[in-house]
Structure formats: C-alpha cells, structure tokens
C-alpha cells in the first residue's frame, strides 16, 4: 500500500492512464523532458523573505519564476530582467517546492509507466536534498520553523511532496531511497513541523497532512500518536474552520490553499485506515464546489479578506479540484463550473503548470483547458470518464457560515453582494456590511483584497477605507462579525439586511434590495455619542454638481486606517436630503447612482491605491456628524427613471412603474409597480457590546484604564525623582514592584529558552513626582542595538525590533500611549519612538547605561501627581549578532508557550498588568 492509494487501485490507474488519460500522462511527462539525464539543481540555500524580492524594481509587479533562471528574473509586466540578492533569495522559495514537486511527478510517472529514466530523476533529487538537509539553517524565520524556507507550512508543502515521492518510488521498487529520506529529511523536519502548532489556520491543515505522511513513510499506522494527533487536526479544523457549505473561514483565497491541505489529510488517514465522521468528509466534499458558487461574472473568484485580486477560476489548478471532487461524488455545481472551464471560449494561454511550485499556488491569465493540463493528482485520482458536464448556474445565495449574501441578476452577469458576516481571523479585514457590485467585466463596486504581505500598502488594502464598508471618527472597524438581520426574496425581488458594531457603541444596518435593473442601499446607524461616520463609495466615476475645493482628507493616524494612503482630496458640501448623482461607462458596460443623505454631509473625492499598489484609483466618501443617520443610494446598470427620496421612503422609476421602497424601524416594505408587497423583518440582532472606555482621539487602539477590580500590583510614590533601581537602598526597591522574567516570560522562535542561552531581565515599576518610572535590566553577553534610521529590508515592521530594545505600553484615565525605546550606542540616552495607534501621551524620556552582565534602561513617563492608577504592558526583545531577525522576547505578562513570529511591535491590551499608586 502507498500512502496515497493501494496496491490494487495502483493497477487500475497503470491501466487508465494508458487509456484515458494518457494525453496527461504524455503532457506530465513533457513538462520533465528538460530534466531527463541531466543532473538536477539542488540548492543549498534557504529561501529569503524580503520587501524587494520578487517584486519588479521598476513597477513593482510580481515577478514570473523561472526554474531555470535563478539570477535573472522577468516582469511579465514591463519585460524587465531583475537581479541582486533579494530576488535570488526570493527565487529558491518557489524553486525548492517546484523541484520537490518535480520529483513527484516523476515518481508518479514511473510508478504508472516505468519509464526507469524518470524514477533515476526522483532519485537524485530526493537523495540530493537527503544530504544537504541538515545544512540548512533553522533561523531567521518569519512564521514558525523552517530549514529550507522561512515559513513552516512551506516546509510542510516540500515535505508533503518529498515523502510522497519516496513512497511512489518504494511502490516500483525502491526502498532503500524510501528508508534515507525518512531518516535524514521525514523524520527531523516532521519534528520540527510538530513543535508549531498554527491553530485554526490554513497553514495547520498543511502541517498536519506532512506531519502524517512522513510518519506513515516509517511504516507508523493511524494509531499511532503522532498521525493519531495530526489526523484528528484535519477533523477538528473541517469541523470548526469550515462551515456546513464546506467554505473555509479565511476567505475566498484561502479556500482554496487550505481546502488542497485538507485533500492531503483526508486521501492520507483514508488510505491508512482512519474513519472520520459522516459530518466531516460531508463538509469537505461540499468545499470542492464553493469557490464557483461565489464566483464573480468574469469567473474570477471575489477578493474578500487577504485574497489575492481578479483571480480567474480558469487555472490548471481548479479544473484539477472540479475533476478530484467528481471522484468522490456527483456535484451539479462541480459539474458546471468544469463544464465552463473545459469550454473554448477564452483563447489559449500558457498554464505555468510546468512551473508550478508545489500548490504555492502562482495565479496565471485565464486559460482555455482540457484534461490533459491537470496535475499529477488527477493522473492518480480522476474519473476515467466524465459525467456530462452540464448542470444549473450558480443562482442567488447567502453562505451563513461566511456571512455572504449574493444577489445574481440578467443570467449570472449581475452580481449584488453584502459581506456582512464571519470577520475571517488574522485574515480578515476590517470591512463588515462590504457591498461589491459588479456587471460582466466591469466592477463598479469592488473588493481589491490584499497587497503584499511585506510591503506598507498591506495596511491599506486591511482598512476599511480601501473598502465600501462604514468607519468612525477616522478609524477602520473594530474586529468583530456581523449579523444577519433578515432577508427576502418574491415577486422579482431580493433583500438582504445586516448589522455591526462597527466601533463601540457605534451600530451600523445596511440593506440591499434588488430589483430586475436596479438596486437599492441603506445604511442607517446609530452612536451613543457625537461621531463622524463615514462611508467610502469606490466607484471610479464622477459625481455630477458638486462645488469641489482642495483639502486633505485625514484620518485618527492608526497604521491600518487607511489615510496615510490619500492622495488628491476635494470636497465639498451637500446639504441634507440633497440627492447627488454618479454615473458614467466602462467595459461596454454603464451605472448610474443616486446618493441621499439624511444629514448635511461633506463629499469628499480623492486618489488611493489600486492594484498594483503603484497605481491610483479614484473614490467618494460621504462624511456626517451626528448620533445617527441614514444614506441611502440607488444604483441602476440598466434603463433609467426619476429617483425620490423622503425620511422614510425611496421611490424608483422604471420602464414598467414606479416601486415604492418604505423604510420603517423594524422592516423595510417594498410596494412594487404591479401593486405587490415584498417586505424584510429586519431584527434587532445580538446587542451592543459594552465596552469599558472609547478610543482616545488620536489613536486606534482601545485601552481601557484600569479599575479597581483589576488592581494588582501596588507602588508608593516617592517624592523626589527616582533613581536607578539597582542603585537605591534595599528598603527603598521594596517601594515598587519588581519582576524576574525568565523561561516562563519567554517567546521563542527557532531555539528555546535554554537552547537561546536563557535570557533573563528584571523589570521594576515604580512612581514619583513627576510620574511613572520602568527600570529595565538587561542580561545579554552581546547587545545588539538597531541604529536610527535603518532600514528594515525584510518585511514591512520596524527595523528596531530585530535588536535589543524595550517595547513599553501604558494607559491612565489621561489617555494611553506606548514607545519602542532603544539604547544609542555612544550615547547615556536611549532612543524613543512612538508606536503608532496606540494614543497621544507625552513621549518619555529614557537613559541607558552597561552593567556587567549587559545594560540597563530607566524610562521615565510623565504622569499628573493625580494619577492613581495605571496599566502596563513590557515587552524585552531578546537579540544574537549574526541574527536579521530578533530571537525571541520576554514578556512581562508571561508567554505560555507562545511564538515571538509576526508580532512586530504589537502588544494585547488585554495581557496589560494593573497597577495602584499609594
């Protein structure tokens, strides 16, 4: 038995794939042909993540990989080479996988056809990255541990490939090739994989699967702890990631990545004998089908959450899920959307499959296919013969476990869609009750998804902003999920409604009502409190009569808010229940919208960032202060007719009559043309969350100030200024409060706390006149010390956190604020730099000085004498020379167990400690 498939079934796909699918089989094969007797090229570098790598020079667009250019690098865009370093680095992420999958394809092929020249290729590459693997570095990585990469699910995704290999070229024969990649590659890396744990992440469906097949590679049975724990990973993430439709969580991109993982786990346990529940295998056969039944007219799927942008669906890669998922089942969705996909009607295109990097999906052009562009997994799986490909377009629909409501119009070429509900984890974005509103090939309201996760503009495809979705006083949302608040849909109509607490207190009602040629959008909140609401409208079509003048358009100053971003703002004023028109042409295609507010409002029109992230694109956005409001807005894509508004009424004239929209605070009732009622209960939903404080002006993150049920810790003001700690008298250290932090402080990367050379600091809290005091020392053998000024040339957090330094957060009943402070060489003062978001405090000032066993920082808050009580978050991070990245860190709340990866200079407001001043 393999791990894939049995012995039997390995007879029946030698005979299908001399007869169906021997068209793949020969495609398969010539995609190796420039590898056949030649030695492979197996680096004996680690992949680096940087800004630069990648991305064109010039314009900044992804560069193509070539697996046989490692030093020069072509932008499909502007046709320029690239090179240096950074792109070389960047190179070997794609080239490792594309060469682990080659060996995959090359095992498969033998194992199906014998060819002995494409099992000798698998061999070398496998024994080949046997004798280097150890030489890898396990260092300086990004997100979890990694010898060839910088993240560990990619490591996953070599491995996954790797043992698979192995186990195909055992099947014809070869164990002892089996027996050395268990050893020195399955069975150290799988370690290393099982030490990081990911959660409910995509990226753990991956680390799973691998983690079970290089242990299966030993011969170990699904009893076994090891593929016991991982398997019962991949049924705890399809029960809890994964809704009854079979959509993941994260979002329409990540639906596919994780959903292929998830494929990996199951067809795994499966082969060795592991049962998963009805309702699991249930919810993953149901997945295979969601990325067409959300499919955008151009069939493209939506960019929601961190999708990548105008990905189409004609890819190699979804006929090859369309044509897996019909080997388990008949699905008349499936069946369409491969019906589309195999159909002639786009031309034909490179489909990179012979640059593909080991399902590190690279999206390409829209293509016209045939079975004879699918993968190697189709080779061993699909159908021999395929149904009949034809079955009903996907229709309307609301995806409850996403919080997605579709309204599809004129044959599937319409598409109306509220994004109101599930916020998608770390990647989601702040944009509850998101409107997208494309016809054919012209998107009129669009998601642009997300940038690079490396680069600055990644903040502003995360805010809300960038989005068609409400903010607050210049802030994007606060995190939460919508509700569904009701939904119709009769005589020709569709209605949906939904809420958010978008910021505290702050609850917004949006709905949408569609019509054979139009639809109608309301949002309508309310605040406990004067606020600004605004809501962006990117439409890029011009507003008619407006009185526009230069300004600038700003925002609260958050790092994800979006308005550091705006370029070229005008505004002008509207005056309450003053219709404004929008309306213009693109892609053969026209849009008419007219805007009502309830409230006098400023209209505001400016430039933000498109995609590419270099190019501009213009948008509206309508400001109103109040407690409460409404704006409502028609939208036309075709005919035309008057358009009126009153408090409580919208009335659109058709060709047919006029509908008669009437909006009251429990329903919305829409009296049609031809004298029918459609009507929305609109429901209250779960209620307002109570939150302690409201944001400071200024910043983005809410801190409340500590009360007296959260009090903890107690100092006693002195009455002149404070000292060094370690310098005052025994009975006076024992004034404030002091914290050894040590192994149970301390947030790893690669090595451990003992394998990091155990870094310890002492933490002391204290207060005088003049107000809060934080003595910080060190124990390090050598400080490292990140200049001012540098640059951080690997990701888009601050250069000052990959060396020694003190990240301090505090909150009064004042306001909050918090600080990187960093020791400057050659100087007894240490550097302060504001993190942003986080409040207007007075910025502290701080000294340093060497001790014996490293170096000390007193950093001193200014506070009024009145202040009684404070909240403290302190974070030490722990650095080595030779390192790009920092080490770990130590945590003054204690880390438990936890990662130092991705966290920048970022601390949980809720881990802060209390303090009391006597």
Same mark, same amino acid.
């Given at each position: 038995?393999?791990?894939?498939?049995?012995?039997?079934?390995?007879?029946?796909?030698?005979?299908?794939?001399?007869?169906?699918?021997?068209?793949?089989?020969?495609?398969?094969?010539?995609?190796?042909?420039?590898?056949?007797?030649?030695?492979?090229?197996?680096?004996?570098?680690?992949?680096?993540?940087?800004?630069?790598?990648?991305?064109?020079?010039?314009?900044?667009?992804?560069?193509?990989?070539?697996?046989?250019?490692?030093?020069?690098?072509? &932008?499909?865009?502007?046709?320029?080479?690239?090179?240096?370093?950074?792109?070389?680095?960047?190179?070997?992420?794609?080239?490792?996988?594309?060469?682990?999958?080659?060996?995959?394809?090359?095992?498969?092929? /033998?194992?199906?056809?014998?060819?002995?020249?494409?099992?000798?290729?698998?061999?070398?590459?496998?024994?080949?990255?046997?004798?280097?693997?150890?030489?890898?570095?396990?260092?300086?990585?990004?997100?979890?541990?990694?010898?060839?990469?910088?993240?560990?699910?990619? +490591?996953?995704?070599?491995?996954?490939?790797?043992?698979?290999?192995?186990?195909?070229?055992?099947?014809?024969?070869?164990?002892?090739?089996?027996?050395?990649?268990?050893?020195?590659?399955?069975?150290?890396?799988?370690?290393?994989?099982?030490?990081?744990?990911?959660?409910?992440?995509?990226?753990?469906?991956?680390?799973?699967?691998?983690?079970?097949?290089?242990?299966?590679?030993?011969?170990?049975?699904?009893?076994?702890?090891?593929?016991?724990?991982?398997?019962?990973?991949?049924?705890?993430?399809? =029960?809890?990631?994964?809704?009854?439709?079979?959509?993941?969580?994260?979002? !329409?991109?990540? /639906?596919?990545?994780?959903?292929?993982?998830?494929?990996?786990?199951?067809?795994?346990?499966?082969?060795?004998?592991?049962?998963?529940?009805?309702?699991?295998?249930?919810?993953?056969?149901?997945?295979?089908?969601?990325?067409?039944?959300?499919?955008?007219?151009?069939?493209?799927?939506?960019?929601?959450?961190?999708?990548?942008?105008?990905?189409?669906?004609?890819?190699?890669?979804?006929?090859?899920?369309?044509?897996?998922?019909?080997?388990?089942?008949?699905?008349?969705?499936?069946?369409?959307?491969?019906?589309?996909?195999?159909?002639?009607?786009?031309?034909?295109?490179?489909?990179?499959?012979?640059?593909?990097?080991?399902?590190?999906?690279?999206?390409?052009?829209?293509?016209?296919?045939?079975?004879?562009?699918?993968?190697?997994?189709?080779?061993?799986?699909?159908?021999?013969?395929?149904?009949?490909?034809?079955?009903?377009?996907?229709?309307?629909?609301?995806?409850?476990?996403?919080?997605?409501?579709?309204?599809?119009?004129?044959?599937?070429?319409?598409?109306?869609?509220?994004?109101?509900?599930?916020?998608?984890?770390?990647?989601?974005?702040?944009?509850?009750?998101?409107?997208?509103?494309?016809?054919?090939?012209?998107?009129?309201?669009?998601?642009?998804?997300?940038?690079?996760?490396?680069?600055?503009?990644?903040?502003?495809?995360?805010?809300?902003?960038?989005?068609?979705?409400?903010?607050?006083?210049?802030?994007?949302?606060?995190?939460?999920?919508?509700?569904?608040?009701?939904?119709?849909?009769?005589?020709?109509?569709?209605?949906?409604?939904?809420?958010? +607490?978008?910021?505290?207190?702050?609850?917004?009602?949006?709905?949408?009502?569609?019509?054979?040629?139009?639809?109608?959008?309301?949002?309508?909140?309310?605040?406990?409190?004067?606020?600004?609401?605004?809501?962006?409208?990117?439409?890029?079509?011009?507003?008619?009569?407006?009185?526009?003048?230069?300004?600038?358009?700003?925002?609260?100053?958050?790092?994800?808010?979006?308005?550091?971003?705006?370029?070229?703002?005008?505004?002008?004023?509207?005056? =309450?229940?003053?219709?404004?028109?929008?309306?213009?042409?693109?892609?053969?295609?026209?849009?008419?919208?007219?805007?009502?507010?309830?409230?006098?409002?400023?209209?505001?029109?400016?430039?933000?960032?498109?995609?590419?992230?270099?190019?501009?694109?213009?948008? /509206?956005?309508?400001?109103?202060?109040?407690?409460?409001?409404?704006?409502?807005?028609?939208?036309?894509?075709?005919?035309?007719?008057?358009?009126?508004?009153? !408090?409580?009424?919208?009335?659109?004239?058709?060709?047919?009559?006029?509908?008669?929209?009437?909006? $009251?605070?429990?329903?919305?009732?829409?009296?049609?043309?031809?004298?029918?009622?459609?009507?929305?209960?609109?429901?209250?939903?779960?209620?307002?969350?109570?939150?302690?404080?409201?944001?400071?002006?200024?910043?983005?993150?809410?801190?409340?100030?500590?009360?007296?049920?959260? +009090?903890?810790?107690?100092?006693?003001?002195?009455?002149?200024?404070?000292?060094?700690?370690?310098?005052?008298?025994?009975?006076?250290?024992?004034?404030?409060?002091?914290?050894?932090?040590?192994?149970?402080?301390?947030?790893?990367? +690669?090595?451990?706390?003992?394998?990091?050379?155990?870094?310890?600091?002492?933490?002391?809290?204290?207060?005088?006149?003049?107000?809060?005091?934080?003595? *910080?020392?060190?124990?390090?053998?050598?400080?490292?010390?990140?200049?001012?000024?540098?640059?951080?040339?690997?990701?888009?957090?601050?250069?000052?956190?990959?060396?020694?330094?003190?990240?301090?957060?505090?909150?009064?009943?004042?306001?909050?604020?918090?600080?990187?402070?960093?020791?400057?060489?050659?100087?007894?003062?240490?550097?302060?730099?504001?993190?942003?978001?986080?409040?207007?405090?007075?910025?502290?000032?701080?000294?340093?000085?060497? $001790?014996?066993?490293?170096?000390?920082?007193?950093?001193?808050?200014?506070?009024?004498?009145?202040?009684?009580?404070?909240?403290?978050?302190?974070?030490?991070?722990?650095?080595?020379?030779?390192?790009?990245?920092?080490?770990?860190?130590? *945590?003054?709340?204690?880390?438990?167990?936890?990662?130092?990866?991705?966290?920048?200079?970022? &601390?949980?407001?809720?881990?802060?400690?209390?303090?009391?001043?006597?």
């Amino acid at each position: 038995m393999t791990l894939l498939l049995c012995p039997n079934s390995l007879v029946e796909r030698r005979r299908i794939a001399d007869g169906a699918l021997k068209p793949l089989r020969d495609s398969l094969a010539a995609d190796l042909a420039p590898l056949i007797g030649r030695e492979p090229y197996v680096p004996t570098g680690k992949a680096l993540l940087s800004r630069a790598g990648g991305r064109c020079d010039f314009d900044g667009r992804d560069l193509e990989f070539d697996p046989f250019s490692p030093h020069a690098h072509r &932008c499909p865009a502007c046709g320029r080479l690239n090179t240096g370093r950074w792109h070389d680095g960047w190179w070997l992420y794609p080239y490792h996988l594309w060469l682990a999958e080659r060996a995959v394809h090359a095992a498969t092929l /033998h194992a199906l056809a014998g060819d002995i020249r494409n099992a000798q290729l698998a061999q070398a590459i496998l024994r080949a990255y046997a004798r280097q693997y150890d030489g890898y570095p396990n260092r300086d990585n990004v997100l979890g541990p990694s010898r060839l990469f910088f993240s560990t699910y990619l +490591e996953s995704l070599w491995l996954l490939h790797i043992c698979i290999a192995a186990d195909l070229l055992a099947a014809g024969g070869d164990d002892e090739t089996r027996g050395i990649v268990h050893e020195r590659i399955a069975r150290p890396s799988a370690e290393m994989i099982g030490s990081y744990h990911e959660g409910a992440s995509n990226r753990q469906a991956w680390n799973a699967a691998a983690i079970v097949a290089a242990h299966r590679l030993a011969g170990k049975s699904c009893d076994d702890e090891p593929v016991a724990a991982a398997l019962g990973d991949i049924e705890w993430l399809l =029960a809890n990631a994964v809704g009854d439709d079979g959509s993941w969580f994260e979002g !329409d991109n990540y /639906h596919q990545f994780a959903h292929r993982g998830l494929w990996y786990g199951i067809t795994l346990g499966g082969a060795a004998g592991y049962v998963f529940q009805d309702s699991t295998i249930e919810r993953f056969n149901a997945g295979f089908a969601s990325p067409f039944r959300t499919a955008l007219p151009d069939f493209t799927y939506p960019a929601r959450k961190d999708s990548r942008y105008a990905v189409s669906l004609r890819q190699w890669r979804f006929a090859e899920s369309c044509e897996l998922g019909l080997a388990r089942g008949d699905d008349a969705t499936l069946r369409w959307a491969l019906g589309r996909l195999y159909r002639d009607d786009v031309p034909r295109d490179d489909t990179g499959r012979s640059r593909s990097s080991g399902e590190a999906e690279r999206p390409t052009a829209a293509t016209s296919l045939s079975r004879a562009d699918l993968g190697w997994k189709a080779l061993l799986f699909a159908r021999e013969a395929l149904p009949d490909l034809s079955g009903p377009a996907p229709a309307s629909i609301t995806i409850l476990s996403q919080g997605y409501t579709i309204h599809r119009r004129d044959a599937g070429t319409v598409y109306v869609a509220l994004d109101w509900g599930q916020g998608g984890g770390g990647h989601g974005h702040a944009d509850r009750l998101n409107v997208v509103f494309v016809h054919g090939r012209a998107r009129w309201l669009d998601d642009l998804g997300t940038g690079s996760y490396v680069d600055p503009s990644l903040r502003w495809y995360r805010s809300t902003l960038a989005h068609n979705a409400p903010l607050v006083d210049g802030r994007s949302q606060q995190r939460s999920d919508g509700w569904l608040a009701g939904s119709t849909s009769a005589a020709g109509f569709e209605g949906v409604a939904a809420r958010a +607490e978008v910021a505290p207190g702050v609850v917004v009602m949006r709905t949408l009502v569609t019509a054979e040629s139009y639809f109608v959008d309301e949002v309508q909140w309310t605040a406990p409190r004067q606020i600004c609401f605004e809501l962006p409208i990117h439409v890029n079509v011009a507003a008619d009569g407006l009185a526009l003048r230069d300004t600038e358009l700003t925002g609260a100053g958050g790092l994800e808010d979006g308005f550091d971003f705006v370029r070229d703002a005008k505004v002008a004023t509207v005056g =309450a229940g003053t219709p404004v028109r929008i309306s213009g042409d693109r892609d053969g295609q026209r849009v008419s919208g007219t805007v009502w507010v309830s409230e006098s409002a400023e209209w505001f029109t400016a430039t933000g960032p498109a995609q590419p992230a270099s190019t501009l694109l213009p948008f /509206h956005l309508v400001r109103v202060h109040g407690t409460g409001g409404a704006i409502r807005t028609v939208w036309r894509w075709r005919g035309d007719g008057a358009v009126e508004f009153s !408090d409580n009424e919208v009335a659109v004239g058709t060709e047919l009559g006029v509908d008669r929209h009437i909006v $009251t605070p429990g329903s919305w009732v829409t009296r049609t043309h031809c004298g029918e009622v459609v009507r929305i209960e609109r429901e209250a939903g779960p209620g307002v969350v109570q939150h302690e404080s409201a944001p400071e002006p200024g910043g983005s993150v809410v801190v409340a100030a500590p009360s007296a049920a959260m +009090e903890r810790y107690e100092v006693h003001r002195t009455t002149r200024h404070a000292g060094w700690f370690a310098d005052l008298p025994v009975g006076e250290r024992a004034t404030w409060a002091a914290f050894d932090l040590g192994e149970p402080n301390y947030r790893r990367t +690669e090595d451990s706390w003992r394998e990091a050379g155990e870094p310890r600091a002492r933490a002391a809290i204290g207060a005088d006149a003049y107000g809060i005091v934080v003595d *910080v020392a060190v124990e390090t053998p050598a400080p490292v010390f990140v200049p001012a000024g540098a640059v951080n040339p690997y990701d888009n957090e601050s250069a000052d956190i990959n060396g020694h330094g003190v990240q301090l957060y505090c909150a009064t009943a004042g306001g909050s604020g918090a600080w990187m402070v960093v020791p400057e060489a050659g100087s007894q003062s240490a550097r302060v730099r504001p993190i942003s978001g986080w409040g207007s405090r007075a910025l502290p000032s701080a000294e340093w000085r060497v $001790t014996s066993g490293g170096f000390e920082v007193s950093i001193h808050i200014p506070a009024d004498a009145r202040t009684d009580r404070f909240a403290l978050g302190l974070i030490v991070n722990d650095a080595s020379p030779g390192r790009v990245r920092r080490r770990g860190q130590l *945590v003054l709340s204690g880390a438990d167990g936890e990662f130092a990866y991705l966290r920048g200079d970022r &601390c949980d407001t809720r881990r802060m400690l209390a303090f009391r001043i006597a």
